[in-house]
């Protein structure tokens, strides 16, 4: 089956301690990227990766990391999460352009205390 | 003025009435325009795109984008309660550009 997983799905963690959430797709697509969705604000793109190695910043890139070293993965690294990253997380893949259609992931909550 | 405009709602409308969703938006160089919908508690998924100007139909949806007001548009005909979710317009310059989403527009179709 065709999909697009993220682990773990609920995450409740501390001010300053390391997390990766990860994102895996089984399409062979080209295009990843990652999303946060709060409240009042919507979808909002942290990053995405056109290819393997190569990632460009969204329109909320501050305070997270990825990297694209295979093309099944693409996780999301937070190097001292603060309370203000506490969200819903999306990672989605695209078989060819950002614009094509995209497969979101069930998403992970975040909650960072 | 933020790059793209959404209202959030909710829209309530009974069954069977047509829906009209809409964004409006600053930059000009978008080229591109889809609209995701959203069931709770799942991830978006896509639902019509659009290159340019005009309009695009598939089954009950219709999506219109006018350029020249920067606005853009998805009509859902004969709605249906499963069609209750929040639809987010999304859009785009290059294709393999960063992709900027509206807020979302919460939608309840009443039976």
């Known amino acids: ?113 | 003025q933020k790059e793209v405009e959404q209202d959030p709602g909710p829209l309530s409308v009974p069954e069977g009435a047509i829906v009209s969703l809409n964004c409006t938006y600053s930059n000009s160089a978008f080229q591109y325009f889809m609209w995701y919908r959203q069931y709770s508690r799942k991830g978006p998924e896509l639902l019509m795109y659009t290159y340019s100007s005009g309009n695009k139909e598939d089954g009950r949806f219709t999506a219109q984008v006018d350029k020249s007001s920067k606005y853009i548009s998805l009509f859902i005909r004969d709605s249906q309660p499963s069609d209750s979710a929040t639809y987010l317009c999304a859009m785009s310059g290059e294709r393999d550009d960063k992709i900027i989403f509206g807020k979302g527009t919460r939608l309840h179709i009443l039976p």
């Open chain 1, 1 to 113: 089956e065709a999909q697009v997983t993220q682990n773990p799905r609920y995450l409740i963690t501390v001010t300053g301690k390391k997390l990766t959430v990860t994102c895996s797709q089984n399409m062979n697509h080209e295009y990843m990227s990652w999303y946060r969705q709060d409240p009042g604000l919507g979808l909002r793109q942290i990053y995405y990766s056109m290819n393997v190695e190569v990632t460009d910043k969204g329109d909320v890139p501050e305070g997270y990391k990825v990297s694209r070293k295979e093309k099944r993965n693409f996780p999301l690294i937070l190097e001292s999460p603060s309370p203000n990253q506490t969200s819903l997380y999306f990672c989605a893949s695209t078989r060819g352009l950002s614009t094509d259609t995209q497969y979101f992931g069930p998403g992970t909550r975040l909650t960072v205390l």
